[in-house]
C-alpha cells in the first residue's frame, strides 16, 4: 500500500466540471486496486466525483482507467475502486489520479510538511492546485503476489532428475501467453514451454518438459512478465536470467535405501 499524508492541512474546491490530481510512484509490482482521498469539512450537498488514472507524472499520460461517479462527503475519506480495471503498476514507475468533479463543490484536503519549503512526498506531487510541494492526502493500494515457493529451490544443488519443476503460489493461477525457456548453462542448449501448455492446478503451476533433465549441468529457468497472471488480474512480473538456477545430481533418480530383514 502506499500512502501520502501531510501534516499542515488546507482545503482546495474542485468547482464547475473541475480537476485536481496527486501522482505517485509504485512501491511494487502488482494491480492497482483503489485510490482514495480525504474531504475537508467545506465539502456539502451532492458532490460526485469521479477517478481517472494516468501513465506518468501528470495527465498527459496514457489514460488507463476512468471510474463512475462515486458521493464524496465531507471529512470523509473517499475510495474509487479500481480492481475491474487490471491496471497492472511496475515498482518505481509514476501514475497520476486525477479528479473530475460532475456535481457540486466537494472540498479537497491537502498541504504540506512542518516546513512548506520541504516536498512532504517527494515521489510525486498535485497537479492542478497549489504549489508544487503541496500533496493530497491521498492513498493507494497496490495488490501484489508474493513470491512463488520454487521447486526445485534457486541455487539448489544436486537436484535429481525426476524432480518435478514448477512453483507454487499463494493465489489461484492461469496462464497468459508467452514462452517459458529452461536453459542448460553449462551445454549452452535450452528448451521452450509454451505457457498453455503447463498443468496448472489452482496454485500449483507444474511445466512438463520434452526433454528430461540432464544429470551434471547447470540449469535457468526464465519466465516472461505477464506470462502467468493470477484469476484475478494479478501479474506475474517472472524471472529473468539468473533469478530461478540450479544444478542436477549425475544420479539420474532419486536413490531409495533399504535394508533387508535377518
Not at 482521498?37 to 451532492?46: D, I, L, P, R, Y
Not at 524432480?163 to 507454487?168: F, H, Q
Request: hydrophobic content about 35%.
Amino acid at each position: 500500500d502506499l500512502h501520502v499524508r501531510s501534516r499542515r492541512q488546507r482545503q482546495m474546491c474542485i468547482r464547475d466540471s473541475g480537476t485536481i490530481g496527486q501522482s505517485f510512484t509504485a512501491c511494487s509490482d502488482g494491480k492497482l486496486a483503489s485510490v482514495s482521498v480525504q474531504a475537508g469539512n467545506a465539502s456539502s450537498g451532492f458532490n460526485y466525483v469521479i477517478a481517472q488514472i494516468f501513465s506518468g507524472d501528470g495527465f498527459g499520460g496514457t489514460l488507463l482507467a476512468t471510474t463512475a461517479q462515486v458521493h464524496v462527503k465531507a471529512n470523509r475519506t473517499t475510495t474509487w475502486s479500481l480492481s475491474s480495471y487490471n491496471i497492472q503498476v511496475i515498482e518505481g514507475q509514476k501514475y497520476t489520479a486525477r479528479f473530475l468533479t460532475q456535481s457540486g463543490t466537494p472540498m479537497m484536503a491537502y498541504g504540506t510538511g512542518a516546513n512548506s519549503a520541504i516536498d512532504y512526498y517527494s515521489r510525486g506531487r498535485i497537479h492542478g492546485a497549489a504549489q508544487s510541494h503541496n500533496d493530497m492526502f491521498f492513498s493507494a493500494v497496490i495488490e501484489t503476489l508474493s513470491d512463488p515457493v520454487q521447486s526445485p529451490e534457486d541455487d539448489a544443488i544436486a537436484v535429481t532428475r525426476d524432480t518435478e519443476v514448477k512453483l507454487s503460489f499463494s493465489r489461484n493461477m492461469e496462464a497468459v501467453s508467452g514462452n517459458i525457456t529452461i536453459n542448460n548453462t553449462t551445454d549452452a542448449t535450452s528448451q521452450t514451454v509454451d505457457v498453455t501448455t503447463l498443468t496448472i492446478d489452482g496454485t500449483e503451476v507444474l511445466m512438463p518438459l520434452s526433454t528430461p533433465l540432464e544429470g551434471g549441468k547447470d540449469f535457468e529457468i526464465i519466465i516472461p512478465s505477464g506470462a502467468l497472471s493470477a484469476t484475478n488480474g494479478i501479474s506475474f512480473p517472472g524471472y529473468a536470467s539468473g533469478d530461478w538456477t540450479f544444478s542436477t545430481s549425475t544420479s539420474p533418480f532419486a536413490v531409495l535405501n533399504t535394508t533387508s530383514a535377518n
